[in-house]
């Protein structure tokens, strides 16, 4: 959650681990460029960027501007802004094993101080493969860099851990070293705006808390689906899933956000406590009962825009007997007042036919159709679609009489539509995580009791999964809504998935 503008923070440091990986040049640097654009970095801040690789610091911030280039959603910088901006970046050469390398983070901090006669935040951004994240906490502590509580803070990319056992070993070694306040874990979707807007749809309006609820809601779908493959994450991916690399995390966090209740107010502890309590009331999937609650996909081969892609066992790096699942479809009961009697299901998948993130609520049928003549005036359950992205809008489905001198009734939408309501662009979820974290608000930041929680309630089937192999992989083809037995999940329920048309 934003800082207000007004509010002008503490001069920040931010070292990044990973200072030369794809996520640097992607995210994390288009989104400080951002905010400095709109004036949101405090007046002094440095962002020193550290991999094994050589470079100048010319040679980095020309590397680093490629990607802005490529991947901002303001376009291209501008020379001015830039030159301003990347006056603030350096570079320096590291091992990230080696504590010697620390000590040169720590001298050039001192210079910033004496500098700025300030005592900075220090931002440690991990933005490398999870196997290191440890290593570079324990030598932060071994080099003193974590001295001060107050103004120390790590920032952890997913995953976080590959089961419920190895991420509560991360968050013991990370807890030895720093306080939990000083630790941030990443899960994207918590910044996207959508996402963030649902709590304020659901909370600060009176007429979504008498409706949110088992009485009203008749099930729940989040759906968020990709057309594109692994690319070249096909090393990463094969040993990973999409159970692990999206369920556990994103899709369970939205799940989390439309089921909490209402938190007292918005400190940062007092939201997550409401997520944990949802994460917690989820039904234990128990042995026996898997095939009949989660489903599995592959993808095959197939066109994909008028090009022929390959399956996935075909994809760089991935095993060609694997048995890794690129599309997941799952329900969940949660065991609580509110939500008894009411499935979620949440689906996702890689090579599917459209890239889209969605949650939709489905109403109840009306009790008693009174309007019913017959074909025409079959009613259609109220729906409230929250789409989170490409489209950003929030939209209830409602019933309305057509204009005319019957009583024919149709379905018509009330929108609230981002691209028409808003001038400016929406930040990116990183741009939003990243204020967060220079100006210490944990709101939307994973605690380590709802990464594990989130992980309790996947294990049975991960675990299931890793030794039952699928015989029938791939099952599904590329640009298809996924596996069948997926669409058999939730008919048996008496429902379907819904996919929504592309805006008009
Ligand atoms: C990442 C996953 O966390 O989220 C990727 O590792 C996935 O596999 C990505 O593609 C999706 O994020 P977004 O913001 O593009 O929907």
Redesign the pocket.
């Known amino acids: 959650m934003a800082n207000p503008s007004n509010i002008k923070v503490n001069p920040t440091v931010i070292i990044i681990f990973g200072g030369n990986g794809d996520l640097t040049k992607r995210k994390i640097i288009p989104a400080l460029y951002n905010l400095f654009l709109e004036n949101r970095l405090p007046e002094q801040f440095a962002i020193i960027g550290t991999s094994r690789t050589d470079f100048t610091d010319q040679k980095y911030r020309d590397s680093l501007l490629a990607g802005i280039n490529e991947f901002s959603r303001t376009g291209k910088a501008k020379k001015e802004q830039w030159a301003k901006f990347s006056s603030n970046i350096s570079y320096q050469a590291s091992d990230i094993k080696d504590v010697a390398s620390y000590n040169e983070f720590d001298s050039k901090i001192n210079t910033l101080k004496e500098e700025w006669k300030q005592d900075p935040s220090i931002l440690y951004y991990c933005a490398v493969s999870p196997d290191l994240f440890c290593t570079i906490a324990e030598n932060i502590s071994k080099s003193k860099l974590d001295n001060n509580k107050e103004t120390t803070r790590i920032i952890i990319e997913?995953?976080f851990g590959r089961d419920l056992e190895s991420a509560k070993a991360l968050n013991t070694k990370l807890l030895t070293i720093f306080d939990e306040k000083q630790i941030y874990r990443i899960d994207?979707?918590l910044g996207?705006e959508v996402v963030q807007n649902v709590m304020a749809f659901r909370f600060a309006n009176t007429i979504m808390e008498p409706l949110w609820n088992r009485t009203h809601i008749e099930h729940v779908q989040i759906s968020?689906t990709?057309q594109?493959g692994?690319e070249d994450?096909g090393g990463y991916?094969d040993h990973s899933g999409i159970l692990r690399?999206?369920i556990q995390?994103?899709l369970l966090q939205l799940l989390c956000i439309i089921a909490m209740e209402p938190p007292v107010n918005f400190d940062a502890d007092l939201v997550r406590d409401r997520k944990v309590d949802v994460l917690k009331a989820i039904r234990k999937i128990v042995p026996g009962t898997i095939d009949t609650m989660a489903v599995r996909g592959q993808y095959g081969p197939g066109w994909v825009q008028g090009k022929e892609v390959s399956g996935y066992r075909e994809e760089v790096d991935v095993a060609p007997d694997s048995n890794t699942e690129t599309y997941a479809a799952m329900r969940f009961n949660i065991d609580n007042w509110r939500w008894q009697g009411v499935p979620f299901y949440l689906r996702t998948g890689?090579r599917l036919f459209k890239?889209a993130?969605h949650i939709i609520i489905q109403f109840r049928e009306v009790p008693h159709n009174m309007f019913n003549n017959g074909e025409q005036n079959v009613l259609k359950q109220n729906r409230l679609i929250i789409s989170i992205?490409p489209d950003m809008a929030i939209r209830f489905q409602l019933e309305s009489k057509i204009p005319g001198l019957e009583m024919n009734l149709n379905t018509v939408d009330m929108v609230f539509d981002y691209s028409v309501k808003t001038k400016t662009d929406a930040p990116e979820?990183y741009e939003t995580l990243l204020l967060d974290v220079i100006s210490g608000d944990q709101t939307l930041f994973m605690r380590a009791d709802q990464v594990e929680a989130a992980w309790e309630v996947v294990m049975p089937v991960l675990d299931y999964w890793e030794n039952n192999t699928m015989n029938n992989f791939p099952n599904y083809p590329a640009n298809s809504w996924g596996p069948e037995n997926a669409d058999a999940l939730i008919a048996k329920d008496g429902f379907h998935w819904i996919n929504l048309p592309d805006k008009k």
């Open positions: 997913k995953p994207h979707y996207k968020v990709e594109i692994v994450r991916f690399d999206m995390n994103h890689k890239s993130s992205q979820a």
